[in-house]
């Protein structure tokens, strides 16, 4: 298993951007599907986007065309750009790791997590 630190969260106007970064240890990183969760109060953890060690992304439509994921295999990085930020995007945001190349979206999917970084978005 991955050891997954989270930072980036913050409190960020509506049409505002944030940058999650998720610093990973582990020699196989770079092996690992990596992946975003996020977490509203009351709610199921639900899946954000992920990206495979190929590169390959896939987003959540909810997301999709306003978030970027992207990783950095040097530096055992993962991000996630999020551009367009709306209220409904407030949640605690859960980096997550497995090295297994599943193709599920759901948190059993994914073997390895961090403890999360809060993102509030004003309206």
């Known amino acids: 298993q991955v050891q997954l630190v989270e930072s980036g969260g913050g409190l960020v106007q509506a049409g505002g951007s944030l940058r999650l970064s998720c610093a990973a240890s582990?020699?196989?990183?770079?092996?690992?599907?990596m992946g975003w969760f996020r977490q509203a109060p009351g709610k199921e953890r639900e899946f954000v986007a992920y990206?495979?060690?190929?590169?390959?992304?896939y987003y959540a439509d909810s997301v999709k065309g306003r978030f970027t994921i992207s990783r950095d295999n040097a530096k055992n990085m993962v991000y996630l750009q999020m551009n367009s930020l709306k209220p409904e995007d407030t949640a605690v945001y859960y980096c997550?790791?497995?090295?297994?190349?599943?193709?599920?979206?759901?948190?059993?999917?994914?073997?390895?997590w961090g403890q999360g970084t809060q993102v509030t978005v004003s309206s």
């Open positions: 582990g020699r196989t990183f770079n092996t690992y599907r």
């Open positions: 990206i495979r060690w190929s590169g390959a992304t």
């Open positions: 997550a790791a497995d090295p297994r190349q599943l193709v599920g979206l759901g948190t059993a999917d994914f073997g390895s």
